[in-house]
């Protein structure tokens, strides 16, 4: 395994839209080893999720997990989950107003609305079909990881920019009245 590097804004690879992989390419050996560095990735970024694009390569795979991050302490935990050439569609109405970061946009944070239930369809790392609900908290979580695969970072869905703070002004102005409603969610959808 290896920690791969992680492309930031401006990098014209995150604009890109991944293809989709089959499963014989899936199999292969290269491709399983990327899995296991795209894993280890974002476990030493310490990132909830990575989109295999955020490190240079532009097919469709991301890795969610929350394990008592570091970076988002209010995000309750989630098993480690890969989703190859997932398809995400809401099954609500209704969202909620996020306060997201990333990996790819160091030290900046802002306010996106995301919706509180999605389906997601997808294969495993093993080419098996997946095919499951995930609501609050987490759901935003699914979706941030997905709009990577689509050459979409969360400053595209920014609801007003005078949301953006650094991370210092986040934890300082901003962390205490999200964190408020980040519990109500987890409360209201167990996730």
């Not at 991301?62 to 190859?84: D, G, H, Q």
């Not at 609501?135 to 595209?156: P, S, Y």
């Amino acid at each position: 395994m290896a920690i791969r590097k992680i492309a930031t804004i401006g990098h014209p690879i995150l604009r890109e839209t991944t293809r989709k992989l089959t499963k014989e390419e899936l199999s292969s050996p290269e491709l399983q080893a990327f899995i296991d560095d795209l894993i280890e990735t974002m476990h030493d970024a310490n990132g909830a999720g990575l989109a295999a694009n955020q490190v240079y390569e532009p097919v469709r795979i991301c890795a969610i997990e929350i394990k008592n991050n570091p970076r988002y302490p209010y995000k309750p935990n989630y098993p480690l989950t890969v989703l190859v050439n997932p398809e995400v569609t809401p099954t609500t109405e209704e969202t909620f107003l996020n306060f997201e970061g990333c990996l790819s946009v160091p030290n900046l944070r802002g306010e996106v609305y995301r919706f509180t239930g999605v389906r997601v369809r997808a294969w495993d790392r093993h080419g098996n079909d997946l095919d499951f609900e995930v609501k609050g908290l987490t759901a935003g979580t699914f979706q941030h990881e997905c709009d990577h695969l689509d050459g979409k970072v969360f400053l595209d869905r920014v609801h007003d920019t005078r949301s953006l703070t650094t991370w210092a002004d986040f934890e300082r102005f901003h962390q205490a009245k999200f964190v408020e409603r980040a519990k109500a969610l987890v409360a209201k959808y167990g996730s």
